[in-house]
T-cell receptor, first 117, second 111 residues
Framework: GAVVSQHPSWVICKSGTSVKIECRSL??????MFWYRQFPKQSLMLMAT?????????EQGVEKDKFLINHASLTLSTLTVTSAHPEDSSFYIC?????????????FGSGTRLTVV | GENVEQHPSTLSVQEGDSAVIKCTYS??????FPWYKQELGKGPQLIID?????GEKKDQRIAVTLNKTAKHFSLHITETQPEDSAVYFC??????????FGTGTSLTVIP
């Protein structure tokens, strides 16, 4: 089945620095990738939708200049948290759509635990 | 937009018993309803899904039912095992668009 690889699985960074999270579709081409954020014991909240070769669409309340998303190829999307602050500490998860499965083939990455100190 | 509600938030069952988690959705245009299992520190894993043209789907010990008229769908796990302990999320989607997730159910199976 479809596999989405997300790295790193966890990262600790100092306040004010930037962190990049990668999401790769290993055995399929992903025209669309979604980035979610999940706080402890809460549900997944969609941050943005990225389409290969075009700008990401951000959900209301998500700062596009702080959470930079790049989807330059059909197998790679990156989320960069710029000038990270402790309140950005969270679990970030990507999801990719498998074109072969049409509209219903979504696979999630394993998530990245970000801790800003 | 779509609103998905999920109940209960926590559920404890004895090993071997059945577990049922229920979700309701608001937008009748939603046509795809997946269920995900999330273990601590990991991403969600799809365990079963159902499309709006089907009323029930079963995969071994797991089944999902959908009532389009009432706009609710349920996850049924039979013969529960300790390894079924995890957080379960329901979601609703309109085809190729974003998923709207429920608030999650923490299931504990007591040996």
């Amino acid at each position: 089945g479809a596999v989405v690889s997300q790295h790193p699985s966890w990262v600790i960074c100092k306040s004010g620095t930037s962190v990049k999270i990668e999401c790769r579709s290993l055995d399929f081409q992903a025209t669309t990738m979604f980035w979610y954020r999940q706080f402890p014991k809460q549900s997944l909240m969609l941050m943005a939708t990225s389409n290969e070769g075009s700008k990401a669409t951000y959900e209301q309340g998500v700062e596009k200049d702080k959470f930079l998303i790049n989807h330059a190829s059909l197998t790679l999307s990156t989320l960069t948290v710029t000038s990270a602050h402790p309140e950005d500490s969270s679990f970030y998860i990507c999801s990719a759509r498998d074109r072969r499965s049409g509209d219903y083939g979504y696979t999630f990455g394993s998530g990245t635990r970000l801790t800003v100190v | 937009g779509e609103n998905v509600e999920q109940h209960p938030s926590t559920l404890s069952v004895q090993e071997g018993d059945s577990a049922v988690i229920k979700c309701t959705y608001s937008d009748s245009a939603s046509n795809y309803f997946p269920w995900y299992k999330q273990e601590l520190g990991k991403g969600p894993q799809l365990i079963i899904d159902i499309r709006s043209n089907v009323g029930e789907k079963k995969d071994q010990r797991i089944a999902v039912t959908l009532n389009k008229t009432a706009k609710h769908f349920s996850l049924h796990i039979t013969e529960t095992q300790p390894e079924d302990s995890a957080v379960y999320f329901c979601a609703a989607s309109m085809g190729g668009n974003q998923f709207y997730f429920g608030t999650g159910t923490s299931l504990t199976v007591i040996p």
